[in-house]
């Protein structure tokens, strides 16, 4: 939870600039700036307490069975960390998606973390992935790594990523962070990799092209929660429309026996 926290701060810091285009939205001077962060820590204090929350939710939800299983890779985003419940983040919309398209029920195995990277990925949501079986398969994970972004490192460690996924895993670029540092790392790491999806065959889903036509303003008025970083409902459903054309496009090719 500690780095969980850090990684918001470096990143906001660092350029994402939702909080500075608030404050400027909301009016130019030293007071409009301080309102907004003392919004963002008390948002932030708030979403913290709803991690062991959503972890739980995922984990009876892992328990359950269902004809079909959906596996998630990622990070606080695919926790829902912001959304109004659980199951209205991206990957609870998506899990809906699948249940729909198919007429099956499914079982969601949410392996995501809070706070996690690229390393947490390959440590800790690989070794449980290889236990699985998954019919479909999503992957959204390295936002938490564009504070400290090393191109080497970054590619060394997605490659070791996407070379352990099965062939029909769907695998989102990173979100755009709009302003500064951290969209130069941003548009940098989504080159590598894309590169490194094409190398193993593996389907991209848009996601930064989704957020950033949302454009900085229109995200901070609408589309985050409270901590300025963490989508809220209607920015879950930005990220869920990266990946419903793919998943749709998936769960018609699996072979599902009739009645």
Do not use: C
Not at 2 to 28: E, H, K, Q, T, Y
Not at 230 to 250: I, K, M
């Amino acid at each position: 939870m500690a780095f969980f926290s850090a990684a918001i701060g470096s990143a906001v810091i660092d350029g994402v600039a939702l909080i500075g285009g608030a404050a400027a939205i909301v009016g130019s001077g030293v007071v409009a700036r301080r309102a907004v962060i003392r919004r963002r820590y008390g948002g932030m204090a708030r979403l913290a307490n709803t991690i062991p929350i959503n972890s739980a939710y995922w984990r009876e939800q892992h328990r359950r069975d269902g004809e079909l299983l959906y596996v998630a890779l990622g990070d606080s985003a695919a926790q829902g960390i912001g959304a109004s419940r659980p199951d209205h983040s991206y990957v609870g919309l998506l899990a809906r998606d699948i249940r729909e398209q198919s007429g099956r029920t499914v079982r969601v195995a949410n392996l995501s973390q809070s706070g996690a990277r690229l390393r947490e990925a390959l440590e800790k949501q690989l070794p449980v992935l290889a236990t699985l079986t998954p019919d479909i398969v999503t992957v959204a994970i390295g936002a938490n790594d564009i504070a400290g972004f090393e191109a080497e490192r970054f590619e060394r460690e997605i490659r070791m990523l996407f070379a352990a996924l099965p062939a029909q895993a769907i695998v989102a670029d990173m979100p755009s962070f709009y302003l500064g540092r951290a969209e130069q790392r941003a548009r940098a790491a989504n080159r590598i990799l894309r590169a490194v999806a094409r190398e193993f065959g593996l389907t991209v889903a848009p996601l930064y092209r989704v957020t950033r036509r949302r454009s900085a303003a229109h995200t901070a008025l609408r589309d985050v929660a409270a901590d300025f970083f963490h989508p809220n409902d209607r920015g879950y459903t930005v990220w869920a429309s990266a990946f419903e054309p793919l998943v749709v496009a998936a769960v018609a090719r699996l072979e599902l026996p009739k009645g």
